[in-house]
């Protein structure tokens, strides 16, 4: 029988770990059952507790020994000291890395043999339950374990299972490009501005248009062909495009990925 109320350990108390815990206890977890554990921001880690009912700890180890699930929410960088401490009180609880670069290889040679673990890669519309997150699973995946995973990811938006080594390819894809398409809107919004229009309806206008275009995708429409219906020969959405392709968008933006799937990929090797 698979355990719905799993006991779950949050390592970190940043903003991947609030949109999770959240989005679980929106799905029915208990608050109860859920512990974050932070030792370098107590106010943080109280202010979870009083929104959510949670409960917290700056004795990550000790909860680790009493957890189901542990979901390494801390920056790549500090994810191996983590590993080396919580190692030795492990005893095939799952392990869940939702950092860059952290993938199930990377932690299965830190942690002890049969450790179930998962990598998931999830991204800012956690906060909105509206993340697509890719993750992999360890090939010593029970069926109690994999179901958790699933019900974190469905918790948060919509999960994508694949291989370890498209977890990595898709990083920038899924994780960073919400950056890249922030900074594509902030641009519109400003062009906009600086046309005469306040900065919040300038906002709005950028807002809906993005979200009108996102509708034609989504209702299955293809992209090259809406381009076409928009740009007709010899039009102005032409002429912008022709500055666009004349300035290497494309390969700009393949450049893009590759730089933060490159940065990613450098955390599992270190």
């Known amino acids: 029988m698979m355990k719905n109320n799993r006991t779950r350990l949050f390592i970190g108390a940043g903003r991947m770990s609030e949109a999770i815990l959240s989005g679980l206890i929106t799905s029915g977890a208990e608050p109860a059952s ?7 921001d107590k106010e943080k880690r109280h202010a979870l507790e009083e929104r959510y009912g949670i409960r917290s700890t700056e004795d990550a180890v000790m909860a680790a020994k009493q957890a189901d699930t542990i979901v390494l929410c801390s920056p790549p960088d500090q994810v191996s000291d983590v590993l080396a401490k919580l190692s030795p009180v492990l005893r095939r609880q799952l392990v869940i890395s939702v950092a860059a670069g952290i993938d199930v290889t990377y932690m299965k040679k830190r942690l002890p043999d049969k450790t179930p673990a998962a990598w998931i890669m999830p991204n800012t519309g956690a906060m909105i339950a509206s993340s697509i997150s890719p993750y992999t699973l360890s090939e010593d995946m029970g069926d109690d374990e994999r179901a958790e995973v699933e019900r974190i990811v469905n ?25 890249f398409f922030y900074l594509y809107y902030e641009a519109m919004v400003k062009c906009a501005s600086e046309a005469g229009v306040s900065n919040e309806d300038a906002a709005f206008l950028v807002r809906n248009m993005m979200q009108g275009s996102l509708a034609m995708l989504s209702e299955g429409y293809d992209a090259e062909a809406l381009i076409d219906q928009v740009a007709s020969p010899g039009g102005s959405t032409r002429e912008g495009l022709n500055v666009l392709e004349d300035h290497d968008l494309l390969g700009l933006i393949k450049q893009a990925v590759k730089a933060a799937n490159d940065h990613a990929r450098a955390n599992a090797r270190s």
């Open 34 to 40: 859920i512990v974050v554990s932070n030792r370098r």
């Open 155 to 179: 918790s948060i938006g919509d999960g994508y299972r694949t291989t370890e080594e498209q977890v990595h390819a898709l990083t920038a894809i899924t994780g960073s490009a919400p950056a």
